[in-house]
């Protein structure tokens, strides 16, 4: 059975940080791309951060640019979401997914419909 387990979520004052970390098992996704995605209350889930397989390259959601830095160790198959300078309006659910597709070695997604397997979320608040 696969399953994509996040963790690390909680509760900080603005400006403060949080490592999210999402921790794969059923199956290895070393040879695929990753993403982070999120949902606020009342709002659609967006996409924020995706990076390749190989882990040199990386997009991210505008807002976060600067601030957040996906990164992966696919010899534990998991990937990271480190979240510095956390602002209110970071506050939502945080997802981790996971996309078969391929598309080269310097392949990610910023669409959620890409992805396959998704984790059952965690929660960060951010107080003001």
């Known amino acids: 059975q696969v399953q994509l387990v996040e963790s690390g979520g909680g509760l900080v004052q603005a400006g403060g940080s949080l490592r999210l970390s999402c921790a794969a098992s059923g199956r290895t996704f070393s040879s695929h791309a990753m993403g982070w995605f999120r949902q606020a209350p009342g709002k659609e889930r967006e996409f924020v951060a995706a990076i390749n397989w190989r882990g040199d390259k990386s997009g991210y959601l505008d807002s976060v640019k600067g601030r957040f830095t996906i990164s992966r160790d696919n010899a534990q198959n998991t990937v990271y979401l480190q979240m510095d300078s956390l602002k209110p309006e970071d506050t939502a659910v945080y997802y981790c997914?996971?996309?078969?597709?391929?598309?080269?070695?310097?392949?990610?997604?910023?669409?959620?419909?890409?992805?396959?397997?998704w984790g059952q979320g965690t929660q960060v608040t951010v107080s003001s």
């Open positions: 997914a996971a996309d078969l597709n391929y598309g080269g070695p310097y392949y990610y997604s910023e669409t959620a419909s890409s992805y396959t397997y």
